[in-house]
Each structure stands twice: as structure tokens, then as C-alpha cells.
């Protein structure tokens, strides 16, 4: 694991938590909020970009899977955790639960703009301004364009709803939360899913993968194939592409178990260093939420003595120190030319979030609200945020459905994320 420029930013950590201390339990009480919050957002810079280093150390010990799952919730870390302390501040504050829950729903819709317009836009204007016009896989593109507007749709529904039974003059009783949490699993639904077909390759058939219940291996078959061609003759272009195929698909299966079997070899070897890192990864994820803690404990002190507010401090400012480590990995395959691994880094984090993140924040709400002391989170968002969020997902299909990006579609997604984060820091709190 290489040492990056920015690790040097670890040295908060230990600052914010010190400060922490001596503002919470000493006769220093409430007089170092702002640099407790200051310094715990630096400390989850450098703490998204060592987590995704512990991860690339692990991947010489464990399988694609694992790691595709390791990368999948380590992402989510940050954004998880803030939510949850939120709605725990909110159970012991009764009195922030308002702003709290605006963070919390602006965390979940920011998080979603900055991958898409900011990490996404930032990376394609690195890429194509120095490399030129560059291409990608559009199918690839459409998948996540297509599960990125079911999250969208999602997220509208118990809005849209409400609104027009409340109009209607029809509405139930705790309608939206019922609606919420009924929204909530469907999403999680969709979310299983897509892990599913994305990670473990669910539905996916292989000709070589049937060897167990008597079907002969692909490269039994093109060994046949070519057996066949020499005794009948030249084949046609159907054939000879098949055989080609089975060719690859043995190759690809040949690589695949010797990569295997090399990590299983080199977790026994250097079972330590497995160990060494497996261990890393686990006090990174504690740290990240330790930070966490420290930042939502004092973030209702500093909006309210601050121009900060929770609309922009939800939409903007957390949403940009979470992804930090998602917009370091995309900029870097971006500069690297690989623009569609770039795509993959901001696309995915962006369906992560309004499909895993978001429906289980609801189902903690819901179960803490159970106490009494504070009302259920919803998925009932603000227009501002909705419509937002529909215009991203729009662009976003917009500008990759094609296949091919440009230095120029870079910028009009920087462009428009500058827009929002304007509005947003422009308008009032409440």
C-alpha cells in the first residue's frame, strides 16, 4: 500500500478527538465546536482514501466477490454512520429532530448529486480534456441509468403521494409512514438484486458451467468443434464464431482458477500480512465511525452559530467529505484513460445509496421512533430536493447513454453541480 500526500490529514484525527474530549467533559464545555467539526471532516478525507487502500491490499488475498462486497459497504460507511448518529442525537435532543432529519434526507439526495454531477463530472472533464473523446460500455451505462431512475421513483413516491391525498382531503393516518417503510423494502428488494446480478452474476449461464451434471467443459466443446471441422469440412461463420467463444470461455475459466488458487496461496504464505490487513480494515470502519460521532455531535451548535445551514450542510458539505475517496478513484481512472471504470465508481455509489443507505435509515427511524420521543423518518422530501434529483438522473442519462464522453460534457455536469450548491447554501434554513 503506498503512502499518499494526503495521509498526513490522519494527524486530525487524534486533534479531533482530543478537542472532542475537553469540549464534552471538561470545564471547556461548548467552546470548541467549530474546530471539532472542522477537524472531523478532515479527518474523513484521508480515512475514505485508506479505506479504499486497505481494500485494494485485501484483493490479493480474497476473491472478486468479496471484494465487490467489501467495496460496496465500505463505500457506504460514512453516509450510514452520520445518518444513524443523526437519528440518535435527535432521540436524546428532542429539540434537533427537525434540522436533524433535514440533514439526514439532504445527506441521502446530496450524496446522490455529488456522484453523479461532481466525482462523475470532474473525472470526465480530466479524462477527456487530456486524453480527447473517449468511449465506454453505453449497456453498462443504461443499467445503471435505469436502476438509478427506479431509486429516483423510489425516493418520489411517498412524496408525491402524500401530497395529493393531503389535497385530496384523504389521507390516513400515518400514511407516510406506511408508505415509507412498504417503499423502503421494495427498494431494499431492488438493492438485493442488483447485488445479485452485478456481483455474484445471478441468472447468468455459462456453457461450461453445467460440466457437473454430465455437459461437457467449453473446452471440451471447441476441441470437438475443431474435430469436427477437420473431418466435415470447412465450417460457416456461426460456427467458427462459436468455437472462438467456448475458446475464450475456457481460457477466461483457466484464469480464473489459477487466480484462485494464487490468492489461496498467498493468504497461507502470508497469512500476517492477510491478517495484518484484514485487521486494517476493520480499525479503519471504527475510526470512520468514532469520527462520525464526533462530527454529528456537535453539528446542530455549529448550523445554528454559523452560516451554515441544514439544507446545505445535508445536500453539500457532507455528501463531498463522504465520497471523498470515490471522487479521488474515479479522477485517477479518469487521468488514467480507463473513463469507463470512472462511470462504474460514481454511478454505483450513486444506486448504493437511494437503494441500501436510504431504506435502512427508515427502518432505524421507524424502530427508535417505537420510544415515543421523536416521530419516524420518512421518505417524504422536500420539492427542492426531488426535483433536483430527478434533473440529475435525467443528465445523467442524457450524458452517457451514447457510449462516448467529452472535456465539455465534464464541465456542463461541474456546471450544474455549482448551480445547486449555490441554491442551496443561498437559501434559508428552514
Avoid at 149 to 172: M, R
Avoid at 353 to 364: A, E, G, K, S, Y
Wanted: charged share 15%.
Amino acid at each position: 500500500m503506498k503512502i499518499k500526500p494526503w495521509y498526513i490529514l490522519l494527524l486530525a484525527i487524534p486533534a479531533a478527538g482530543a478537542l472532542w474530549y475537553l469540549n464534552t467533559y471538561t470545564a471547556y464545555h461548548g467552546q470548541f465546536d467549530i474546530w471539532v467539526f472542522a477537524l472531523a471532516l478532515i479527518s474523513l478525507i484521508p480515512l475514505a482514501q485508506l479505506s479504499g487502500d486497505v481494500v485494494e491490499t485485501l484483493t490479493n488475498y480474497i476473491s472478486p466477490l468479496a471484494q465487490g462486497l467489501l467495496d460496496a459497504s465500505l463505500s457506504n460507511v460514512p453516509e450510514l454512520a452520520i445518518g444513524v448518529f443523526l437519528i440518535l442525537h435527535a432521540l436524546v435532543f428532542p429539540q434537533t429532530q427537525v434540522e436533524n432529519y433535514e440533514i439526514v434526507q439532504g445527506l441521502l439526495i446530496g450524496s446522490v448529486i455529488n456522484n453523479v454531477l461532481f466525482t462523475l463530472g470532474f473525472s470526465t472533464f480530466i479524462s477527456a480534456f487530456r486524453h480527447g473523446r473517449l468511449t465506454f460500455n453505453k449497456e453498462r451505462a443504461a443499467g445503471y441509468a435505469s436502476m438509478l431512475a427506479l431509486a429516483v421513483v423510489g425516493l418520489a413516491l411517498p412524496t408525491l403521494a402524500t401530497k395529493f391525498s393531503t389535497l385530496s382531503g384523504s389521507a390516513l393516518a400515518n400514511a407516510d409512514t406506511a408508505v415509507s417503510l412498504v417503499v423502503g423494502g421494495i427498494l431494499i428488494v431492488s438493492y438485493i438484486a442488483y447485488v445479485g446480478a452485478d456481483i455474484f452474476k445471478w441468472g447468468e449461464r455459462k456453457q461450461n458451467a453445467a460440466v457437473a451434471v454430465g455437459e461437457a467443459s467449453a473446452e471440451h466443446h471447441a476441441d470437438h468443434h475443431a474435430e469436427h471441422a477437420e473431418h466435415e469440412g470447412p465450417m460457416t461463420v456461426a460456427q467458427l464464431e462459436r468455437m472462438a467463444k467456448e475458446k475464450l470461455e475456457a481460457e477466461a475459466e483457466r484464469l480464473e482458477q489459477a487466480a484462485q488458487k494464487t490468492r489461496q496461496e498467498l493468504r497461507l504464505k502470508n497469512r500476517p500480512l492477510f491478517l495484518l490487513a484484514a485487521l486494517s480494515f476493520a480499525i479503519v470502519t471504527i475510526i470512520t465511525v468514532g469520527v462520525c460521532f464526533m462530527l454529528v455531535s456537535v453539528t446542530d451548535t455549529v448550523i445554528s452559530g454559523t452560516p451554515l445551514t441544514p439544507l446545505s450542510t445535508g445536500l453539500i458539505l457532507f455528501p463531498i467529505i463522504c465520497n471523498f475517496g470515490e471522487i479521488i478513484e474515479a479522477v485517477q481512472k479518469g487521468w488514467g484513460r480507463d473513463m469507463e471504470g470512472a462511470m462504474e465508481i460514481a454511478a454505483g455509489s450513486s444506486v448504493q445509496i437511494p437503494l441500501f443507505v436510504t431504506p435502512l435509515l427508515v427502518f432505524v427511524g421507524y424502530f427508535l421512533s417505537l420510544t415515543g420521543l421523536i416521530p419516524p423518518l420518512t421518505l417524504i422530501f422536500q420539492p427542492l430536493e426531488l426535483i433536483v434529483i430527478g434533473l440529475v438522473t435525467f443528465v445523467y442519462a442524457l450524458v452517457n447513454l451514447d457510449g462516448e464522453t467529452t472535456w465539455l460534457e465534464g464541465a456542463q455536469l461541474l456546471a450544474f453541480y455549482v448551480m445547486i450548491a449555490v441554491t442551496a447554501f443561498a437559501l434559508p434554513g428552514q
